[in-house]
Nanobody, 118 residues
Framework: VQLQASGGGLVQAGGSLRLSCAAS????????VGWFRQTPGKERESIAH????????YVADSVKGRFTISRENARKTVALQMNSLKPEDTALYFC????????????WGQGTLVTVSS
C-alpha cells in the first residue's frame, strides 16, 4: 500500500489546514490510519488515528479540540482537519496505515510540510 499525504502549506497562527491521506490503487476502508508529525531533533509524535472497523478515533492531548480525524470520500481517504493552528504545530506530517492483523503501522507515506507563522 502506497500512501500519500497532501494538503500542507504555510498558514498564519489561528488558521486552518486540511490534510488528506490517500492510498494508491485502493481505499483505506479496511485499515487503521494514523497521523504523525515530526520536527528536527524531536521524536515522531502520534497525533491522531482512526480505527478499523470500529471507527473510533484518538487525538493527542496536544491537539485535542483543534484537530479532527475522519474518513472521507467513501472511505477512500482519511483527513486531518487542523484548526486554530499554532506555531508549535509546524512539522512534517505523515500518515500511516495498518491492517487488522498488523501490530504496528506497516505502511507509511511521504510527509507533507505544515508551517505555521506567528
Amino acid at each position: 500500500v502506497q500512501l500519500q499525504a497532501s494538503g500542507g502549506g504555510l498558514v498564519q497562527a489561528g488558521g486552518s489546514l486540511r490534510l488528506s491521506c490517500a492510498a494508491s490503487k485502493r481505499t483505506l476502508h479496511n485499515y487503521t490510519v494514523g497521523w504523525f508529525r515530526q520536527t528536527p531533533g524531536k521524536e515522531r509524535e502520534s497525533i491522531a488515528h482512526i480505527v478499523w472497523p470500529s471507527g473510533s478515533t484518538y487525538v493527542a492531548d496536544s491537539v485535542k479540540g483543534r484537530f479532527t480525524i475522519s474518513r472521507e470520500n467513501a472511505r477512500k481517504t482519511v483527513a486531518l482537519q487542523m484548526n486554530s493552528l499554532k506555531p508549535e504545530d509546524t512539522a512534517l506530517y505523515f500518515c500511516a496505515a495498518r491492517g487488522r492483523l498488523d501490530s504496528t503501522y506497516r505502511y507509511w507515506g511521504q510527509g507533507t510540510l505544515v508551517t505555521v507563522s506567528s
